[in-house]
């Protein structure tokens, strides 16, 4: 069964860092590509980031150069290193794995930027 475990949400104020993990079980996830979502309340759930099984990223343009998603393909394990962060970074950080017809997620982070 797979199972994503997020840790590293938190309180923090403008400008600062915090580092999300998502570590991932059940099965090998090297071709598999993993990313991160988010949901701010009242909002819908967004992207954010996501790197494939090559390392090539993506991201959400608010955060390009903020942000930085990388993975480890020996400990299943997918990062999100969030730098400058601000107000309206607060959210729930969701991470997801997917290839082809599967997708799965984790069951969230809280991310709280406030002053």
């Known amino acids: 069964q797979v199972q994503l475990v997020e840790s590293g949400g938190g309180s923090v104020q403008p400008g600062g860092s915090l580092r999300l993990s998502c570590a991932a079980s059940g099965r090998t996830f090297s071709d598999y590509e993993m990313g991160w979502f988010r949901q701010a309340p009242g909002k819908e759930r967004e992207f954010v980031a996501t790197i494939t099984r090559s390392g090539r990223t993506d991201y959400l343009p608010s955060v390009y150069g903020r942000f930085t998603v990388s993975r480890d393909n020996a400990k299943n394990t997918v990062y999100l290193q969030m730098n400058s962060l601000k107000l309206e970074d607060t959210a729930v950080y969701y991470c997801?794995?997917?290839?082809?017809?599967?997708?799965?997620w984790g069951q969230g982070t809280q991310v709280t930027v406030s002053s």
């Open positions: 997801n794995v997917r290839h082809i017809s599967e997708s799965y």
